[in-house]
């Protein structure tokens, strides 16, 4: 083989490289155009969303829109309530998950066979939408923020892979933990929990984009409008009844075309906001979690 052949590779191989970079970069472009398209639309007026039908940026920059929806109540409120609910539901199911993983990563805990197959029973077989909210009302959650957490506070998935995460960890260490005179919750917290940052970043990631995307939950057990998620008030004001929809909850004239695009911006950029500081532990923590038994 020449010099040139081993340097650049074959024919095949260059053009195998050319095509899975056009294919990549049209694959990036159709994903970036529409958020380009609605973060550009959203500082736009509502003549030129109606008279241009794709543009990247605006004629004119308009902040109208986005005034009137800090302005208005019920939209911060839902705001403040998806903040709210999203910290402490990533914090309980983080923790539960973790807390429920480690003792099912010992292979000498009584019941743990039967405790997996219960586990993998569930992610087969799901109880349905009728019966969960049976269990939900009888527990008395309807119309508490609970119901948003609670019900989805382990997924049988994630906690398989944390399982397996831990039993790939040394255990020279947690031998040498307990030598040192640390019980088996001492163990958890100050050898395995610092060792599992990778993975926590992930599930955490994970968890957090789940409930704040939710729409299903406060749809289904909260009634109180003034306990109405983001994703919930976002529905309400994309729909094709978006302008009277509001009017319900504001009785003030606005700007409909320009304020679909504003609230879909703000449901989006604080999960993406959080990307850039969970990357590093992100690509590590997706590649855990070969399941071995």
């Known amino acids: ?14 053009v195998f490289d050319v095509l899975n970079i056009i294919l990549l970069v049209g694959l990036a472009l159709v994903t970036v155009l529409p958020l380009l398209y609605v973060l550009a639309a959203s500082f736009a007026s509502e003549s030129e969303i109606a008279s241009r039908p794709f543009f990247l940026w605006p004629e004119r920059v308009v902040t109208g829109t986005y005034e009137y929806i800090f302005g208005t109540g019920t939209f911060v409120r839902a705001l403040l309530t998806t903040i709210g609910v999203t910290a402490v539901g990533t914090v309980v199911q983080v923790m539960l998950t973790f807390t429920m993983a480690y003792p099912l990563a010992k292979r000498y805990l009584p019941g743990r066979a039967l405790v997996l197959n219960l586990v993998i029973f569930t992610i087969v077989f799901s109880g349905g939408m009728i019966p969960t909210y049976l269990v939900v009302r009888d527990l008395g959650l309807l119309d508490s923020y609970w119901s948003l957490i609670l019900p989805l506070a382990i997924n049988p998935f994630y906690l398989i892979i944390v399982k397996s995460f831990f039993q790939e960890l040394p255990q020279a260490l947690e031998e040498a933990a307990r030598i040192d005179g640390c019980s088996e919750l001492g163990v958890f917290w100050k050898v395995v929990m610092p060792l599992s940052k990778p993975i926590i970043a992930t599930f955490s990631l994970f968890y957090a984009v789940g409930i704040w ?23 309400q004001l994309t729909g094709a009844d978006a302008e009277n929809a509001l009017s319900q909850l504001d009785s003030v004239m ?3 075309e320009g304020m679909k695009f504003d609230v879909v911006v703000i449901a ?26």
Request: charged fraction near 20%; aromatic fraction near 14%; avoid cysteine.
């Open 1 to 14: 083989m020449s010099t040139s052949v081993r340097n650049h590779g074959s024919l095949g191989s260059r």
């Open 213 to 235: 995307n939710d729409y299903m939950s406060p749809l289904l057990y909260i009634d109180d409008n003034r306990k109405w998620t983001l994703q919930v008030i976002v529905r």
């Open 254 to 256: 606005f700007p409909v």
């Open 268 to 293: 989006t950029l604080p999960i993406l906001f959080f990307y850039p500081f969970l990357q590093k532990h992100f690509a590590k923590g997706v590649l855990i979690g070969s399941v071995k038994e």
